[in-house]
């Protein structure tokens, strides 16, 4: 038997979330593929690449056939930046001698 397109339009692939808000971390949703109606398993399949999963914007999920499937199929799903407006607090430390510009990591001052 030949191996079957994921570029058909029978190949249809569901995310649990499309919609993810910034943290610094890989946004990794589940995913459903299936096939005219018929659900794929992971692993046996289909593989899954991410791709600009991590920064705010567009990231990609990619379906790679494997086993009696070829080719491959991507999903977009976005991830937004995060508002501060209404939700930060601002503190200002005295005696404090560095510049802190925001990474998204902790950071600790030496005092």
């Known amino acids: 038997m030949a191996a079957i397109s994921l570029r ?10 499309k919609f993810f808000t910034y943290n610094g971390k890989e946004h990794r ?4 593929v299936k096939y005219d109606d018929i659900l ?11 791709v600009n999963n991590i920064e705010p914007g567009g990231a990609i999920v990619q379906v790679n056939g494997i086993g009696n499937y070829k080719d491959y199929k991507t999903q977009t799903f976005e991830i937004k930046a995060i508002s501060l ?3 930060a607090e601002i503190q200002w430390i ?11 990591k902790e950071y600790k001052p030496a005092f």
């Open 94 to 104: 005295d005696d404090v001698e560095e510049m802190c510009i925001y990474t998204g």
């Open 85 to 87: 407006v209404g939700n």
């Open 40 to 50: 794929l398993v992971k692993g046996v399949d289909y593989t899954l690449d991410y």
């Open 8 to 17: 058909s339009g029978k190949c249809k692939i569901t995310l649990s979330e």
């Open 29 to 32: 949703p589940d995913v459903e």
